[in-house]
């Protein structure tokens, strides 16, 4: 497995503020995953993250609200823009790492620790 | 819109008894499954992954899949209150993008 970080591990944002979080890995991936978890709720993917090309958006999250980058095999940052109460929530990054069989298919994915945001 | 379900429990056992989770899934070309363990204030942790119709044993736990029925189940052999946690079903689409779909998840208490 792969070892994940994430920064911050939390914070408390005022409304209309945006606020960056860092993903980290110890070791190179193709695919990171960006997810959000609201309270008391499971999660929900908000985009794909591939090295080298735009990020894939689920629907109903947008590149606007949530622009992303992904500069490197080991690195990826996630950015919730101009901020509501609404986006309280923790938000996770994950990697995949792929089995040897070449069958197709999601494969494992590893979360980070998660950054837990709250939006005053 | 490709779901999976779970019951939202708790899920209560005592300690020592088998603890059985359910999942069931729609996307029917669905090829692999995921289970995760989620302690209250941290991220999922995987603990099985199955891909193949039967049973996969690891330690206490062991996974059940059942393609047909489009169902996957979770058994906690000797059940400990350090299992209490909410248990995450989740499903590759076969669409793939390599993504997952996840349960709401099932929350087990184990009482001492």
């Known amino acids: 497995s792969a070892v994940i970080s994430q920064k911050p591990s939390r914070d408390i944002c005022q409304r209309g503020t945006s606020l960056t979080i860092q993903c980290q890995v110890d070791?190179?991936?193709?695919?990171m995953f960006w997810y959000r978890q609201q309270p008391g709720q499971s999660l929900t993917l908000i985009a794909t993250?591939?090295?080298?090309?735009?990020?894939?958006?689920e629907s109903g999250f947008v590149i606007d609200k949530f622009p992303i980058s992904r500069p490197n095999l080991t690195f990826s940052t996630l950015t919730v823009s101009n901020m509501s109460p609404e986006d309280s929530s923790i938000y996770l990054c994950?990697?995949?790492?792929?089995?040897?069989?070449?069958?197709?298919?999601?494969?494992?994915?590893?979360f980070g620790p998660g950054t837990r945001l709250t939006v005053l | 819109q490709k779901e999976v379900e779970q019951n939202s429990g708790p899920l209560s056992v005592p300690e020592g008894a088998i603890a059985s989770l359910n999942c069931t899934y729609s996307?029917?070309?669905?090829?692999?499954f995921f289970w995760y363990r989620q302690y209250s204030g941290k991220s999922p942790e995987l603990i099985m992954s199955?891909?193949?119709?039967g049973d996969k044993e690891d330690g206490r736990f062991t996974a059940q899949l059942n393609k047909a029925s489009q169902y996957v189940s979770l058994l906690i052999r000797d059940s400990q209150p350090s299992d209490s946690a909410t248990y995450l079903c989740?499903?590759?689409?076969?669409?793939?993008?390599?993504?997952?779909?996840f349960g709401s998840g099932t929350r087990l208490l184990v009482r001492p």
């Open positions: 996307d029917r070309g669905s090829q692999s």
């Open positions: 989740a499903v590759s689409l076969m669409d793939s993008s390599y993504k997952l779909i």
């Open positions: 993250a591939n090295q080298g090309s735009e990020a894939t958006y």
């Open positions: 994950s990697v995949a790492a792929f089995r040897t069989s070449g069958k197709l298919g999601t494969d494992t994915q590893y």
């Open positions: 199955i891909y193949s119709n």
């Open positions: 070791s190179q991936v193709t695919m």
